[in-house]
């Protein structure tokens, strides 16, 4: 097996996506995974946070699912081309939104006087949560690079000019590109739904 090497563009980044990629080689997941716990819960919460899930519940075992999937996946599925919190928030965007396309199923299988919470499952609003997880999921296909992007600025909570500092671009082209993305992902959306407004669920 060919070792993986990090190329993503926050050097900060690709220097702990590294790290963990060598002590993961080097038979030691316990250093591994102390390397990148800092940010685990937060990068599950935002990924949760985009697929509509909001119960503090649902998101911790989101977590522990996204990460032990992490670790058995990484191996064969991560290709280094992102950092490892990106990998992460991608694994826990697609449980999450799992979770959301089991209860919009549950919903449809019960009656008006079923006992479901309304404030726990919503038609309408999975709907907007479905459809603004497929336009991610074709904006992560047909543009990694931007994609990468994306996620720093979601993950970051940084303001644009301190991301672009760390992503070593010019914070202009970096506003520039946001603005591309969200007019993308606007776009993505009205072909799947009908309506821009579900990309807000991302892109706030």
Request: glycine residues 4%; contains cysteine.
């Amino acid at each position: 097996m060919s070792k993986i090497v990090v190329t993503c563009m926050n050097a900060a980044d690709r220097l702990i996506s590294q790290s963990f990629i060598d002590l993961m080689y080097s038979g030691d997941p316990h250093s591994a995974f102390n390397m990148i716990n800092r940010r685990v819960s937060a990068t599950c919460r935002a990924a949760c946070h985009s697929a509509g899930v909001r119960n503090a519940e649902d998101q911790e075992d989101i977590a522990q699912r996204a990460l032990i999937e992490l670790f058995k996946t990484a191996w064969t599925k991560y290709d280094g081309t992102c950092s490892i919190f990106t990998y992460l928030y991608t694994i826990a965007r697609r449980r999450a939104l799992d979770l959301v396309r089991h209860r919009a199923r549950q919903l449809g299988d019960v009656s008006e006087e079923s006992s479901i919470n309304p404030d726990e499952v919503d038609s309408a609003n999975n709907e907007h949560r479905l459809c603004a997880s497929k336009a991610m999921e074709e904006f992560e296909a047909e543009e990694p690079r931007y994609w990468e992007i994306l996620s720093a600025w979601i993950l970051s909570g940084e303001s644009v000019e301190s991301l672009a500092g760390s992503l070593g671009i010019k914070s202009g082209s970096l506003k520039n590109l946001i603005t591309k993305i969200k007019r993308y992902l606007s776009e993505l959306c009205l072909k799947h739904c009908g309506t821009a407004d579900c990309s807000a669920l991302v892109t706030g």
